[in-house]
């Protein structure tokens, strides 16, 4: 006998956010992603937060161990990852108490009730069960028994338990997707390639997603399903992408926008470490990957393949840039591009390697020995990594300088919908290299390496082992335009400040600053890297209460653009708010001589909206629930 479908009703909603939360094991990050990629199909505009644990193998059931991921999901323009959750899928008691500050009042829980034995408890730190006591009364509890569910559905595969135990998570996505309206099809396709060569896993997962999709369907628990509208987003071919991913493709972008082969050189570190696989991927575009034995050996690889004409990349986090500073030290002095990512994590040593962080700003700025100044760079969202690495390669390549660019854990592991560029409307940037001597010495026709072009200050790029043009680089001092070693004074000081000098000219090829929200008036938040979307979000809620703020969001951080002292002069006052305990804000006061106020989270998680609408409220003395 057919079981009778419960007659459901259909809520339409402007947003939603939803947060699977469980053990490293429970395939919350892949529950997660998959419930990304049907948002992305039904075109909603979109925002991640995966969070992993900081421990590689934490006691299961610990707190330690539960890994995260949370989407914010809309038919509106959606800039964070969320302020507050609606849904949390918990599947144990630590997921629950880790998770449940971020849920909202009256927001849904959906726990996974054969989890809640007294070991699971105990594990989690719970004194008595909160499924069964009132500290849970100002949430809606949905007590789902998910490992018994799974176990029914595959009573007659052929698995053990534990392979079954691992098929829960397609349950819980399953009802998830079918609470938003979601479609099952493209978690179905993925399911398909992965496991394709198991056939039997295969089928043991599509049975257990689509079980969880009919669950909502069958129970009275779920009488209101809600749907989601497709956003209004600008025409063009989008696909969810990772920072990560846009990072790789943005440098892949620009080796081929100049010419020149991509060579990285690499070692694994949180969480750079994906920037290498997802490089390794793309030899077809003459993108040639190295994993060297530590960082030192990854930094020197690539100024070595920059010296030999191609386009050097590195990449890591604040640990390994320490380990390569000597190195960029080193192309500072030699004058070679060279571009190094910089993937920030919390600090300092290996402080909290899972987890976001801006904290590696001054030491990109400063962290090397001597005068060694050098552009750096920072993208704003996911997306805007693609942007950021393209435009790092197009600096250290014209100005002959290496690049820093600061991304972080927030964006690296994010995702967002990104408008595909066409690849004509990228700048071509083709490199100029050296084919004869410059200069005539006594009669005879030379090769000066330290010769400086009139605009950018760009000593020539010569290929080693081109006739006519041999040349010695190093990291004792040059002589100016002939590159000998010199221990002269004058001439030390003169090349300290020509060094300087070339990176303030970046300055020159800096667009205006866009201001976002009001253009002038009470108040300004200055802004960088991964702050940019909860800046955006809290700048339109006050310029709703009628308030005159405004923001600015800096790529370019050094230099700095031209225009940023200008726009700061036009606001009453400044708010500069960091995942950090006050890095640019020192930056700002010392340059512009104003009491630029600091706002700092350093709890190895992305601002809310919410923090920093609060903050420009308090400053404008404007009271705010």
């Known amino acids: 006998m057919a079981v009778k479908t419960q007659e459901k009703t259909v809520r339409e909603i402007p947003e939603a956010t939803i947060l699977f939360a469980g053990d490293s094991g429970d395939g919350m990050q892949l529950a997660g992603g998959q419930f990304t990629l049907a948002s992305a199909y039904a075109r909603n505009d979109l925002a991640t937060l995966p969070d992993f644990p900081a421990e590689i193998r934490a006691p299961a059931g610990t707190t330690y161990g539960v890994s995260g991921f949370q989407l914010h999901f809309g038919s509106v323009n959606v800039r964070t990852p969320g302020d507050e959750v609606d849904v949390l899928v918990a599947m144990n008691p630590a997921a629950l108490k880790v998770s449940l500050d971020r849920v909202r009042k009256g927001g849904t829980l959906i726990v996974n009730a054969d989890a809640f034995g007294k070991r699971d408890l105990d594990l989690a730190g719970y004194n008595q069960n909160p499924l069964e006591d009132d500290s849970l009364k100002a949430y809606r509890v949905v007590r789902i028994p998910l490992a018994k569910l799974t176990h029914e559905t595959l009573s007659d595969a052929d698995l053990d338990k534990k392979t079954m135990d691992r098929c829960k998570n397609m349950f819980a996505l399953g009802l998830a997707l079918w609470m938003y309206s979601m479609p099952i099809e493209p978690a179905l396709e993925w399911l398909s390639s992965k496991f394709a060569r198991k056939p039997d896993i295969l089928e043991a997962n599509r049975r257990v997603l689509k079980k969880g999709n009919h669950y909502g369907e069958t129970v009275e628990e779920f009488a209101v399903r809600y749907e989601v509208r497709p956003a209004k987003l600008k025409p063009g071919k989008y696909r969810a992408i990772l920072g990560t991913e846009a990072l790789a493709m943005g440098l892949i972008a620009a080796s081929r926008k100049c010419g020149l082969p991509i060579f990285y050189g690499s070692y694994p570190i949180t969480p750079a470490s994906e920037i290498l696989h997802e490089l390794s991927r793309h030899k077809n575009f003459g993108v040639k990957?190295?994993?060297?034995?530590?960082?030192?050996?990854?930094?020197?690889?690539?100024?070595?393949?920059?010296?030999?004409?191609?386009?050097?990349?590195?990449?890591?986090?604040?640990?390994?840039?320490?380990?390569?500073?000597?190195?960029?030290?080193?192309?500072?002095?030699?004058?070679?591009?060279?571009?190094?990512?910089?993937?920030?994590?919390?600090?300092?040593?290996?402080?909290l390697p899972t987890k976001t962080e801006q904290a590696d700003l001054l030491q990109a700025l400063f962290g090397r020995n001597g005068e060694a100044p050098l552009p750096v760079i920072a993208p704003g969202t996911p997306g805007d990594c693609f942007y950021a690495a393209f435009e790092a390669c197009r600096i250290a390549i014209r100005y002959m300088t290496p690049v820093i660019l600061l991304s972080d854990g927030y964006l690296g592991t994010g995702s967002e919908p990104w408008l595909i560029p066409n690849a004509d409307d990228l700048e071509d940037f083709t490199p100029s290299f050296a084919t004869a001597p410059n200069r005539t010495v006594d009669g005879k026709d030379v090769f000066?390496?330290?010769?400086?072009?009139?605009?950018?200050?760009?000593?020539?790029?010569?290929?080693?082992?081109?006739?006519?043009?041999?040349?010695?680089?190093?990291?004792?001092?040059?002589?100016?335009?002939?590159?000998?070693?010199?221990?002269?004074?004058?001439?030390?000081?003169?090349?300290?400040?020509?060094?300087?000098?070339?990176?303030?000219?970046?300055?020159?090829?800096?667009?205006?600053?866009?201001?976002?929200?009001?253009?002038?008036g009470d108040l300004l938040v200055v802004g960088w890297g991964s702050t940019q979307g909860a800046i955006e979000t809290a700048v339109d809620a006050c310029v709703a209460r009628g308030l005159r703020v405004g923001a600015v969001h800096l790529r370019h951080l050094a230099p700095l653009p031209n225009d940023l002292g200008k726009i700061l002069s036009r606001y009453e006052y400044a708010l500069a708010p960091e995942l950090n305990n006050g890095q640019l804000v020192r930056l700002l006061r010392e340059r512009f001589l104003l009491p630029v106020a600091s706002l700092r989270k350093i709890k190895g998680l992305p601002f809310k909206a919410r923090e920093i609408e609060k903050e420009i409220c308090d400053m404008l003395g404007i009271s705010i629930a």
Request: negative net charge.
């Open 289 to 351: 990957t190295f994993q060297a034995e530590d960082e030192i050996a990854a930094a020197g690889a690539a100024l070595g393949a920059s010296f030999g004409g191609y386009l050097g990349v590195t990449a890591t986090s604040g640990p390994g840039l320490a380990l390569k500073s000597e190195t960029v030290a080193l192309a500072v002095m030699a004058e070679l591009p060279l571009v190094i990512v910089n993937m920030q994590r919390g600090g300092p040593s290996t402080g």
């Open 448 to 520: 000066l390496p330290y010769v400086r072009d009139e605009k950018t200050l760009a000593r020539p790029w010569a290929k080693p082992g081109t006739a006519g043009l041999e040349h010695r680089l190093g990291g004792l001092e040059k002589e100016h335009e002939t590159g000998n070693v010199s221990y002269e004074p004058e001439n030390h000081e003169y090349m300290v400040k020509l060094r300087a000098e070339k990176v303030e000219r970046v300055a020159q090829d800096i667009p205006p600053l866009e201001v976002f929200g009001a253009q002038e």
